[in-house]
Each structure stands twice: as structure tokens, then as C-alpha cells.
């Protein structure tokens, strides 16, 4: 860390360059149920913005399963994604509220707007 004029401390990343990415980029995504903010459609637009890619089935590949409002009870993929996660694999299971959550957040950090003007 290091000071700046104002005497206020600067936390500096080690590559300026380096960007935080958004937590869907790269990542594999599954709609279950139908959302009640927006088509599905509109959601997977979102989606493939923020970097994510989009699947029509849950896999081992599978990061996330998003879980529309709109749902009666465990979709199948529900289930298969818990069955998953019980044999060890990684993926994350998010209600829609969290889904907009998340894609209401910057695409990316980017230090060049924390700098003096």
C-alpha cells in the first residue's frame, strides 16, 4: 500500500492491466423454471454478456443452475444438478432473486476509474 496526496491510503493490484472478472464468465448455465422478471430469452442475453455460457441441459460441465420463480416443485434438472453435487462436483445451485443480484453487478473491475482526474 502506499499513500497518495490526500495522505489516504491506495491499495495497488500487483498488473494494473489485471481486470476482476464477472462470476458467470466463463462459466456453463442452466434455466430451470420460468423466471418471473424476464423471458429466458432476455436472461440468456444477460448471461452470454457477462461472459457465461449457455446449456439446455445439467452436466458435469454445469456451474450454475438458476431457479426461476415460477416453478412448482424440483424440475429435473434440479434434481439431476443435487445428484451431482452429491457425488463431489462444484456447482452452485441460485434462486432467481440472487441470478439478478448478480447480474446487476459490474461486468468488471477496472482499476483506471479509481484513478485522480
Request: glycine share 6%.
Amino acid at each position: 500500500m502506499s499513500k497518495n496526496k490526500d495522505n489516504t491510503e491506495v491499495i495497488l493490484l500487483s498488473d494494473p492491466s489485471e481486470q476482476l472478472m464477472h462470476p458467470f464468465y466463463n462459466k456453463q448455465i442452466v434455466f430451470t423454471g420460468a423466471l418471473s422478471t424476464m423471458t429466458r430469452s432476455e436472461a440468456a442475453k444477460k448471461v452470454r454478456a457477462y461472459g457465461g455460457i449457455m446449456q439446455g441441459a445439467v452436466t458435469k460441465e454445469t456451474d450454475f443452475v438458476i431457479l426461476g420463480k415460477k416453478r412448482r416443485s424440483k424440475s429435473t434438472k434440479q434434481l439431476k444438478a443435487e445428484q451431482l453435487i452429491s457425488l463431489g462436483l462444484d456447482i452452485q445451485i441460485i434462486a432467481e432473486d440472487d441470478f439478478i443480484w448478480l447480474i446487476s453487478m459490474q461486468k468488471e473491475y477496472q482499476p483506471s476509474s479509481f484513478k485522480d482526474s
